[in-house]
């Protein structure tokens, strides 16, 4: 059967730490993975998306990377924040989906001063 | 820009009784996404619309659920009647088509209407 897994429902780490969130799946072949943020009460907020033929992408203190082979993308967020605690999700495309998102379940990251 | 609009933020209703979701997305998405969300879990697709088809419903529980946007612009989810289990978050989401990263662009969700179902 198909799945997403994120490693771990919650993560706890400390201020100015690289928090690393992984993201698994089985019987998918992906055209395209995204993560999001979601705060508590609030929708999904896009964070990166990153295409099957790309290594590795970069925005601010963001990182993601994405691993066909594997089949595994890691999420970091370098020099972390109490204001990055949030939950965050993976999400799928399929090819050939049309452009449908399947997220995994998310990971709750909480940073401690 | 205004987001992706949703009301009622809150909805409490007992089992058996009718219950609508409204949902205005940003001005100029053509595609709109319902999604249904429960506690600890990412979100699940229930419909896709592309303007006004519906062309994806595939996951809709249509014994019970029906969704329509006849304009290609709002739209509305209905469950009638309710049951125990549909108590969850009902996200709202658009996108539209971005001619540099191609059709799989990232969504705007809007912040969601709670059902709970007594």
């Known amino acids: 059967s198909q799945k997403i897994e994120q490693n771990s429902e919650a993560l706890n780490i400390q201020e100015g730490k690289t928090a690393t969130l992984t993201c698994n799946y089985t019987?998918?072949?992906?055209?395209?993975l995204q993560w999001y943020r979601q705060d508590p009460g609030r929708g999904p907020v896009f964070l990166l998306l990153?295409?099957?033929?790309?290594k590795e992408k970069r925005k601010e203190r963001l990182k993601v990377t994405f691993d066909t082979t594997l089949k595994q993308s890691l999420f970091h967020i370098t020099a972390s924040q109490p204001a990055d605690s949030a939950t965050y999700l993976c999400?799928?495309?399929?090819?050939?989906?049309?452009?449908?998102?399947?997220f995994g379940k998310g990971t709750k990251l909480s940073v401690k001063p | 820009e205004a987001g992706v609009v949703q009301s009622p933020r809150y909805k409490i209703i007992e089992k058996k009784q009718p219950v609508a979701f409204w949902c205005n997305p940003i001005?100029?998405?053509?595609?709109l996404y319902w999604y249904l969300q429960n506690l600890g879990q990412g979100p699940e697709l229930l419909i896709r619309?592309?303007?006004?088809?519906?062309?994806?419903d595939s996951q809709l529980p249509k014994d019970r659920f029906s969704a329509e946007r006849l304009k290609g612009v709002d739209s509305t989810l209905k469950i009638q009647p309710a049951e125990l289990g549909d108590s969850a978050v009902y996200l709202c989401?658009?996108?539209?088509?971005?001619?540099?990263?191609?059709?799989?662009?990232?969504?705007?969700f809007g912040p969601g209407t709670r059902l709970t179902v007594l």
């Open positions: 019987n998918y072949s992906p055209a395209y």
């Open positions: 001005s100029g998405h053509n595609t």
């Open positions: 990153i295409r099957e033929n790309e």
């Open positions: 989401a658009s996108s539209s088509p971005n001619l540099t990263s191609g059709r799989y662009n990232e969504q705007f």
């Open positions: 619309y592309e303007n006004e088809e519906a062309v994806d």
């Open positions: 999400a799928l495309v399929k090819g050939g989906s049309q452009g449908n998102l399947i």
